[in-house]
């Protein structure tokens, strides 16, 4: 039977010191059942309680069903918030005490998990996008999580806003420009954000420059630096978006958390970008269902249009698993077709196996599948190092402010990634 549900900070905290490694390792391969031990950090998930319960009611048919098919092996799942989670992780390989599996957004340290290159199957490198995403974190160059689901960066819009000012859906960078520039006369904030808070300047950075850099092997394998061509570039660009006020009044304060959902839900702002999964849906209720449309990063000069395609989840294999081969098994499950059949249907999780068979009556909905399933829009350069991650976040409200220039930001942050190269 699966056991699966969140664990408070009294549990974890036990777990971590009376653990021994056969208990939270897996157990010997001998004997009783064999076991896994699972961790992630999606305790809450969703935009409601309600979506939380149904994914992880989600989570837990899936690992039903493996159990199923693996006669003898029990699924032992559990579910932490992210906060805190790398050093819940770390902690635990120091106690010897650590999971088999862990889920993560790419940032579990290589260091203490394995490989995965050589155990990929032909038909799996053809049919599951985003395999060598998290390929620029690990010094090794090697791909260390496998990923599960895709996370759409596009555009959500109000369409009623759009008509009230007399614009279209922009396609170059320049028509995007444009459109700030005639919301902002209008007193319509284009859209709230603020860079001060984590992950919204390298996100939005990486998104131009996927553009302009197009083989994102050479991005991985860290062949275009930052101060090279393409970056600054795209990241010059980006900045004039703050001369066109794109992104509303002091864009370089942390803001509140929620800020840039919440402008756009209550109609104070004309667009969302969606950095994790697009809340359709809540827009919708929110703005009205015939009133909420979706666009690709429009296209800078020299690039092409294009979304920050990211994997929604993916699995590594802790180095200290007990039973490696049966952990392999255990996530090549999830990414089968049949399961991520069931991610969409339960709680809309866009696929990142081309051989799903999902399709939509709803044109939004059907566009969205359709972006995910074409690699020609997977060009974002995501995701940055945590060291790389950390700069950006220091010289934000300084280059975003024109305090810094585009050459001495990128110059300090090119330096953050040389300092981490084994």
Same mark, same amino acid.
């Given at each position: 039977m699966v056991r699966f549900g969140k664990a408070s900070a009294a549990l974890s905290a036990v777990l971590l010191c009376i653990c021994s490694a056969a208990a939270c390792g897996g157990g010997p391969e001998s004997g009783a059942a064999k076991k896994l031990v699972v961790w992630d950090p999606i305790a809450t998930y969703g935009e409601s309680p309600k979506m939380d319960k149904a994914y992880r009611k989600m989570i837990a048919e899936i690992d039903r069903r493996f159990e199923a098919?693996?006669?003898?092996?029990?699924?032992d799942h559990k579910s932490f918030g992210y906060d805190g989670y790398p050093q819940r992780i770390a902690s635990a390989v120091a106690a010897n005490a650590a999971p088999?599996?862990?889920?993560?957004?790419?940032?579990? *340290?290589?260091?203490?998990?394995?490989?995965?290159?050589?155990?990929?199957?032909?038909?799996?490198?053809?049919?599951?996008?985003? #395999?060598?995403?998290?390929?620029?974190?690990?010094?090794d160059g090697k791909i260390h999580v496998l990923p599960w689901g895709t996370y759409q960066g596009v555009w959500v819009y109000n369409k009623k806003l759009f008509r009230q000012v007399g614009i279209t859906v922009p396609k170059t960078q320049r028509d995007f420009l444009g459109a700030c520039d005639?919301?902002?006369?209008?007193?319509?904030?284009?859209?709230?954000?603020?860079?001060?808070?984590? *992950?919204w300047l390298n996100r939005l950075d990486a998104l131009y420059a996927g553009q302009l850099i197009g083989d994102i092997s050479k991005w991985n394998s860290q062949g275009v630096s930052f101060n090279g061509r393409e970056y600054k570039a795209a990241t010059g660009q980006l900045m004039k978006t703050f001369e066109h006020r794109c992104w509303g009044s002091h864009p370089e304060s942390k803001g509140t958390p929620g800020d840039?959902?919440?402008?756009?839900?209550?109609?104070?702002?004309?667009?969302?970008?969606?950095?994790?999964?697009?809340?359709?849906?809540?827009?919708?209720?929110?703005?009205?269902?015939? *009133?909420?449309?979706v666009f690709l990063?429009?296209?800078?000069?020299?690039?092409?249009?294009?979304m920050d395609a990211?994997?929604? #989840?993916?699995?590594?294999?802790?180095?200290?698993?007990? *039973?490696?081969?049966?952990?392999?098994?255990y996530i090549s499950f999830y990414t089968e077709a049949s399961q991520q059949e069931l991610a969409w249907r339960a709680v809309k999780q866009l696929p990142n196996n081309t051989r799903a068979k999902l399709s939509s009556a709803d044109p939004v909905w059907q566009q969205l599948l359709e972006w995910a399933a074409d690699r020609r829009?997977?060009?974002?350069?995501?995701?940055?190092?945590?060291?790389?991650?950390?700069?950006?976040?220091?010289?934000?409200?300084?280059?975003?402010t024109g305090r810094m220039s585009v050459d001495d930001f990128l110059n300090k942050v090119q330096d953050a990634r040389e300092k981490t190269k084994g």
């Open positions: 098919k693996h006669p003898g092996v029990q699924i088999d599996i862990a889920w993560d957004w790419a940032d579990t *340290n290589w260091k203490i998990t394995l490989p995965l290159d050589d155990r990929l199957a032909e038909q799996q490198k053809k049919d599951l996008t985003l #395999l060598d995403q998290s390929v620029v974190s690990a010094k005639a919301l902002d006369r209008k007193g319509i904030t284009p859209s709230k954000v603020s860079f001060g808070a984590p *992950n840039h959902e919440q402008a756009f839900m209550s109609g104070k702002s004309a667009m969302l970008f969606a950095r994790s999964s697009v809340p359709l849906d809540e827009a919708r209720r929110a703005l009205g269902k015939d *009133n909420v449309g990063q429009p296209a800078l000069p020299g690039g092409k249009a294009n990211s994997m929604g #989840l993916g699995a590594s294999i802790m180095s200290t698993a007990k *039973n490696k081969d049966l952990a392999w098994n829009f997977h060009v974002g350069a995501w995701p940055v190092n945590p060291e790389e991650s950390q700069a950006y976040a220091r010289m934000t409200p300084d280059v975003v």
